[in-house]
Structures are given as C-alpha cells and as structure tokens.
Nanobody
Framework: QVHLVESGGGSVQAGGSLRLSCLAS????????MAWFRQAPGREREGVAG??????TNYADSEGRFTISRDNAKNTLYLQMNSLKPEDTAMYYC?????????????????????WGQGTQVTVSS
C-alpha cells in the first residue's frame, strides 16, 4: 500500500528557507515520477516541481528558488525552498505518478498522479 507523508512545513519570514520532505512507502521513489504541488486558499492546485526516475527535473518557477531532489536510499523526496515570498504561502503536497500515468509528459497535470500525501502547510510572512 502506497503512503506519502510530508513534513518540514512551517512559518517563515519572506526571504527565508524551508526544506520539505516526503517519506514514501509501498513503492520505490526512484521508480516513479514524483512531484510537489501546492494549493493556496481560493486558488487551484498547481505543480511546483517534478522529478523523473531518470533524475530529470521540472520546475514551474523560473527564478530557481526551489530545488527538488530525492534520496532513494531513504525513499524520500525533498523540496528545498529558498528566498520564500508571501505568495508561496500554501499547503504543499507530495505526489507520486500513477502506473502508466506518463507524468513526465505533462507533470503539472494532477490527474496523472494516483498517490498524494496529506500536505504540509507553508506560511510566509512579509
């Protein structure tokens, strides 16, 4: 049974950093496309970053503030977030691609992911 458990969220001031973690069980993080999504109140869920089984990464933010990575030995996905802004405030979710979801083709499409964590809250104050 697949489980994803996020941690590492919190409250920081603008310009600060956080590192989110997502501990996976029931599958190997190295064998699936995985991603981080976020959803702010009143807004649609949006993809933040994705990483394929080949290690290739995708980002929605063009400023290079976020870095997605994984440690297959620990079966854990990470999201390093630097230079945080108030608009980064949201619930952040870890997601694993469904079998045959072809998430690398359209990694921002949440429908391709069959497994989600419960989320971790990130709040950035100005």
């Amino acid at each position: 049974q697949v489980h994803l458990v996020e941690s590492g969220g919190g409250s920081v001031q603008a310009g600060g950093s956080l590192r989110l973690s997502c501990l996976a069980s029931g599958f190997s993080t190295g064998n699936r496309f995985m991603a981080w999504f976020r959803q702010a109140p009143g807004r649609e869920r949006e993809g933040v970053a994705g990483i394929g089984s080949d290690g290739r990464t995708n980002y929605a933010d063009s400023e290079g503030r976020f870095t997605i990575s994984r440690d297959n030995a620990k079966n854990t996905l990470y999201l390093q977030m630097n230079s945080l802004k108030p608009e980064d405030t949201a619930m952040y979710y870890c997601a694993a691609c469904s079998p045959f979801g072809f998430c690398s083709v359209s990694w921002r499409s949440g429908d391709r992911y069959g497994y989600w964590g419960q989320g971790t809250q990130v709040t950035v104050s100005s």
